[in-house]
């Protein structure tokens, strides 16, 4: 009688290293891939409050935010379409990115943009660069059993210390309404921005990042276009040749590069360092808005910036140990 043998395949234990060193060697890719992003936004992001500067000179702001805005994101969601082959989303998608955008780009950035009709650029930026400490002060008020420890709270104080030496620079602004409502717009602005990339954070998306990007850029412009109609002169839109190349330069750089970059960062970095770019931006803005327009720069403002930075250091130092002593603690419980 004819006897068949059979051959049974072993698993081969190879199979599942190889399967976990790509997973690793992915993962590596990824994190490096988000700190060259984050480098990136500190660069480019400093750039813009020149560029919203520029722009709204001559041009109502929330027109101009709005243009910017919306042109980018339907450059990038068409290129994410085109080029990544993504399905249309469903409309709890499209509704969840309309609220992000509402939040992100018209009251983070069209207010921003109408503030500085009124406001120095480097003075926003140096306004702005203090949303790492709301971010923080966000995560520790959405958990009641949280309170800042010592280091954070002489942070917070630095900051607004640095905050409060801008303003003793521009102390005679203060008489001008404009101005005061332009300061109080950047501040706006700044609370809404952590509150959205707070959000963003911790709703759980496993949707295509750039596409996410797109989406909230494209939508927070389609909610400038109301505020224009509310706030901006309309009778008077001239384009300019600053306004026409600020706006293309905010579009492609600004928004279409920038802001998809920021979203895959705080999607695979945690959110205190995803927020450091706060460091360099007003650095770069200060800079470039003494060299290109003329801006107030001089050793009351350097030194208001230095302790601006410091202020956000500690807060940002203070909350990773108290991450780190309750993972101690935990760790010491099991």
């Not at 955008?101 to 406001?119: K, Q, R, Y």
């Not at 280091?151 to 607004?160: C, T």
């Not at 596409?211 to 850029?217: K, S, T």
Request: aromatic content about 14%; hydrophobic content about 50%; charged content about 10%.
């Amino acid at each position: 009688m004819c006897q068949i043998k059979t051959k049974v395949s072993r698993p081969n234990p190879s199979n599942g290293i190889n399967f976990a060193h790509s997973k690793s060697i992915a993962i590596k890719r990824d994190i490096l891939f988000a700190y060259l992003s984050l480098a990136a936004i500190c660069l480019l992001w400093g750039t813009t409050f020149l560029g919203i500067r520029i722009g709204v000179k001559d041009f109502p702001p929330f027109l101009f935010a709005a243009i910017r805005q919306m042109s980018a994101g339907l450059l990038l969601t068409v290129f994410v379409f085109i080029t990544q082959k993504e399905k249309i989303p469903d409309l709890s998608y499209i509704l969840k990115m309309a609220v992000f955008g509402f939040f992100m780009i018209t009251m983070g950035n069209g207010l921003v943009s109408w503030a500085e009709v009124f406001v120095d650029s480097g003075v926003a930026a140096i306004i702005c660069s203090i949303m790492p400490v709301l971010v923080i002060l966000i995560n520790l008020g959405m958990d009641r059993s949280e309170f800042p420890n010592p280091l954070i709270v002489i942070g917070v104080i630095i900051g607004l210390g640095g905050i409060v030496l801008v303003f003793s620079e521009h102390l005679a602004s203060f008489a001008n309404p404009n101005y005061t409502m332009g300061i109080a717009l950047v501040f706006t602005a700044t609370i809404s921005w952590a509150v959205g990339s707070t959000a963003m954070r911790r709703v759980n998306q496993t949707s295509n990042p750039f596409l996410n990007a797109g989406m909230q850029m494209f939508f927070g412009g389609v909610w400038c276009m109301p505020l224009s109609f509310l706030f901006d002169d309309l009778s008077h839109v001239q384009w300019t040749q600053p306004t026409f190349y600020s706006l293309i330069y905010l579009i492609i750089f600004g928004s279409a590069v920038a802001y998809p970059l920021y979203y895959y960062a705080i999607a695979k970095l945690p959110m205190t360092i995803a927020s450091l770019y706060s460091y360099v931006n007003p650095l770069v803005a200060v800079v470039l808005g003494w060299l290109v327009l003329d801006e107030k720069l001089n050793l009351r403002i350097g030194l208001a910036f230095i302790i601006t930075v410091t202020g956000i250091y500690l807060v940002n130092r203070g909350y990773q140990n108290k991450k780190r002593g309750a993972y101690d603690l935990s760790k010491a419980k099991a």
